[in-house]
C-alpha cells in the first residue's frame, strides 16, 4: 500500500514564505526613500527661490537678481523699450509692471526652463520615483545644463561680466546629484529584488515537487495535492492525513 501525504502545514509554509517576499522591505530601500525625499526637497527649493543668478554686490549694476519666477531690478532702463521707465524692485515675472519687456525677459529657452521644472517637480516625488523604481531626471538635467549657458549670453542680461550663478543654481545641481543617487540605488534594489523573488520561487518550487518513497520493492511517490485542494476549496483541516491510494 502507497501512501500519498499532505500537510497543512506545508500549505501555511508556502503561503507564509508568498506573503513575506511580496512585504520585504530591505534597508536600501529605505534609503533610497530618503535620497529621494532629500532630493525632492532641494528640488523644491531651487524651483521656488529667486537666486539663481545675482549681480556682483560691488558693481552696482542695475540688475540685481532673478529666479524662475521673479525679477528684481535697480532703477533699471531698458534701451530698447520705447518709453522713458525705470523699473526698479522685485516682481513677479508674469506681472503687470513687466508687461512691455516680458519677451525680453523670458525668451523662449527661459520658458523651456521652466517647463523642465514644472515637469521634474511633478514627476520627481519620492511616490512616483518609488513606483517607477528608476526615474532618469533628464528635465532637472537639460534645465541646469541650458540655464548655465545661457546665464552669460549678452544677448538676454545686459553686462553679464558683472553676474554670477547663486546659491539657487547650486541647490539645484544638488538636487540633481541626489536624483541620480537615488536613481541607481532603486535600480540596484530592482535587481536584488528580482533575484530575491527568483529564489523564493525556486525554494516554493522545490516543496511543491514529487519526492519518490520506497516500501521494500515497490517505488511510490508522495503527492502534496496542494492544488487538488485549493480546486476544492476545502478546509486543509477536514482533508484527511493520508489518503490510500
Same mark, same amino acid.
Do not use: W
Given at each position: 500500500m502507497a501512501l500519498s501525504t499532505i500537510s497543512g502545514g506545508s500549505i501555511e509554509t508556502v503561503d507564509r514564505i508568498r506573503k513575506n517576499a511580496n512585504s520585504y522591505i530591505s534597508r536600501q530601500m529605505y534609503i533610497a526613500a530618503l535620497v529621494c525625499l532629500l532630493a525632492w526637497i532641494l528640488l523644491i527649493i531651487a524651483f521656488a527661490s529667486p537666486y539663481w543668478l545675482s549681480s556682483y554686490k560691488y558693481t552696482y549694476s542695475s540688475f540685481v537678481r532673478l529666479g524662475l519666477w521673479d525679477f528684481c531690478f535697480r532703477d533699471f532702463r531698458h534701451p530698447y523699450f520705447q518709453y522713458d521707465e525705470k523699473f526698479d524692485g522685485c516682481h513677479w515675472v508674469y506681472s503687470s509692471r513687466y508687461h512691455n519687456i516680458r519677451d525680453w525677459l523670458q525668451p523662449g529657452i527661459f520658458i523651456a526652463i521652466g517647463i523642465a521644472f514644472i515637469l521634474e517637480v511633478v514627476t520627481g516625488t519620492p511616490p512616483e520615483q518609488l513606483?517607477? /523604481?528608476?526615474?532618469?531626471?533628464?528635465?532637472?538635467?537639460?534645465?541646469?545644463?541650458v540655464f548655465g549657458a545661457m546665464a552669460f549670453n549678452r544677448s538676454w542680461l545686459l553686462y553679464p561680466q558683472f553676474n554670477h550663478l547663486d546659491w539657487s543654481y547650486y541647490v539645484a545641481i544638488a538636487s540633481l546629484l541626489f536624483h541620480?543617487? /537615488?536613481?541607481?540605488?532603486?535600480?540596484? @534594489?530592482?535587481? #536584488?529584488?528580482?533575484?530575491?523573488? #527568483?529564489?523564493?520561487?525556486?525554494?516554493?518550487?522545490?516543496?511543491?515537487?514529487?519526492?519518490?518513497?520506497?516500501?521494500?520493492? /515497490?517505488?511510490? @511517490?508522495? !503527492?502534496?495535492?496542494?492544488?487538488?485542494?485549493?480546486?476544492?476549496?476545502?478546509?486543509? !483541516?477536514?482533508q484527511p492525513y493520508f489518503t490510500q491510494v
Open positions: 513606483s517607477l /523604481a528608476f526615474n532618469p531626471p533628464f528635465p532637472l538635467f537639460l534645465a541646469i545644463t541620480c543617487a /537615488a536613481a541607481l540605488l532603486l535600480c540596484l @534594489e530592482m535587481f #536584488r529584488a528580482h533575484n530575491r523573488r #527568483r529564489k523564493q520561487n525556486n525554494l516554493v518550487y522545490n516543496m511543491d515537487n514529487r519526492s519518490p518513497v520506497h516500501f521494500g520493492q /515497490a517505488s511510490y @511517490e508522495t !503527492r502534496p495535492m496542494m492544488a487538488e485542494v485549493q480546486q476544492q476549496s476545502v478546509p486543509v !483541516r477536514q
